[in-house]
């Protein structure tokens, strides 16, 4: 992921789309070849309800970048850049490691771009959110468990961290490349 999380960040951030909003499909990026593949078909009757990425050169505890969810207008297609203004988290727990999910939206669309705050959501998107994540992997037997959302001053620290965790293990020579995190 040669492409910096900067741009402004952690206030404005590049997000690289991997599923687009309303897609069935999981993909993601294969970190050794750098090529999108398909992770799986969601397994339940959901939908992503937005674009869905991840901020490059951020690193995790559950060992990738830092999630992300981009509401904007339209789907884009897999693979695209876009600049995405963190406005909140969904604290979420995944088969028993932190995987937060950062709610953005698309710098670049007017329909969205007004929005500051998590709390300046309508409260019916923010329970559509919730309930996708809850529920996309009922029927793979796997435990998520959402702890609810955190507001933009938690959520700027955790980009932020999530930054510096990368170029911690870069400057270590623990990712030594885009594609190898050994």
Do not use: W
Request: glycine residues 6%; aromatic residues 8%.
């Amino acid at each position: 992921y040669q492409r910096r999380v900067h741009g402004g960040a952690p206030e404005v951030c590049n997000a690289v789309i991997e599923i687009p909003k309303h897609s069935k499909v999981k993909y993601e990026i294969d970190k050794f070849t750098g090529i999108l593949k398909v992770d799986r078909v969601l397994h339940s009757s959901v939908i992503y309800p937005h674009n869905y990425g991840f901020f490059p050169q951020t690193y995790c505890d559950d060992g990738d970048a830092l999630d992300c969810l981009v509401l904007m207008q339209e789907p884009l297609v897999p693979l695209s850049l876009i600049r995405a203004k963190p406005i909140g988290v969904l604290k979420m727990i995944d088969g028993g490691r932190n995987d937060d999910k950062v709610i953005a939206v698309a710098s670049d669309d007017p329909s969205v771009s007004d929005y500051e705050s998590i709390d300046d959501l309508p409260k019916h998107l923010l329970s559509e959110v919730q309930t996708f994540f809850e529920t996309y992997k009922l029927l793979e037997k796997k435990q998520v468990t959402c702890q609810g959302y955190m507001g933009l001053k938690e959520t700027i620290a955790i980009v932020q961290d999530a930054a510096d965790q990368y170029n911690k293990l870069r400057m270590t020579g623990r990712i030594k490349n885009a594609y190898t995190d050994s």
